[in-house]
């Protein structure tokens, strides 16, 4: 039983790995359109299962794991920035304030009418408004192609107070989550998650406790 990861990101590759199954990736066909008064959940739910949905109906035979991530601030949903004048208007908005972070999770496999989807939410601080500190993360183009314009396991991190939740949900990829789904669905997921989530392999995460 193959697994197929449907994303572009290198990030959800890298945290999929951590769990210790073998996997292929492959790109989605689906295109992520944001739908004006849509509320975020529904939303980020619609792009994960698209995603998985596009892959699956090329490899019916496979397990195919789709996710998405947007913000959610004042009910608003915060998607990629455009250009880094977007991207300076979301950093500033977001400044100073806490937000939730919605990543959807979607599992399918045509063959064996598989088609779930679940929600991990996780609520982020960010710290006061600085100028001179916002300039200089927007100097380095990471906030291009980030929901919020920010990556907490980059230099985005610097940014954040704290987080209250799980912190591969920010990244992207919520791990006990996924391996709950996958689980599920007759997978066997070799690493131990507490151990995983004790010793936080990735980058940034041994910053936020929880």
Not at 36 to 46: H, L, N, Y
Not at 58 to 63: G, K, V, W
Not at 115 to 124: E, F, H
Not at 170 to 191: E, K, S
Request: hydrophobic share 45%; with cysteine; net charge neutral.
């Amino acid at each position: 039983m193959s697994l197929i990861l449907a994303s572009t990101s290198p990030r959800r590759r890298e945290l999929l790995a951590l769990l210790g199954i073998p996997f292929d990736v492959k790109s989605p066909s689906f295109e992520e359109r944001l739908v004006p008064g849509r509320i975020a959940i529904e939303q980020v739910q619609s792009f994960a299962q698209g995603k998985a949905q596009s892959v699956a109906k090329q490899e019916p035979e496979a397990i195919v794991l789709g996710s998405d991530t947007v913000i959610e601030l004042d009910h608003d949903v915060l998607g990629k920035p455009a250009d880094l004048a977007e991207a300076r208007a979301m950093l500033r908005r977001l400044a100073g304030r806490d937000h939730h972070v919605r990543t959807a999770v979607a599992l399918v496999c045509s063959a064996r009418a598989i088609d779930i989807v679940a929600l991990s939410t996780a609520v982020v601080r960010m710290k006061p408004f600085d100028e001179r500190v916002h300039e200089r993360y927007l100097a380095t183009g990471e906030s291009l192609g980030k929901a919020g314009a920010y990556s907490i396991q980059g230099e985005g991190g610097d940014l954040v107070d704290s987080i209250d939740g799980d912190f591969p949900t920010v990244v992207g990829l919520p791990l006990r989550l996924v391996a709950q789904l996958l689980m599920q669905a007759g997978v066997r997921v070799p690493v131990d998650l507490g151990e995983l989530y004790a010793t936080k392999p990735y980058a940034n995460w041994a910053r936020f406790p929880g």
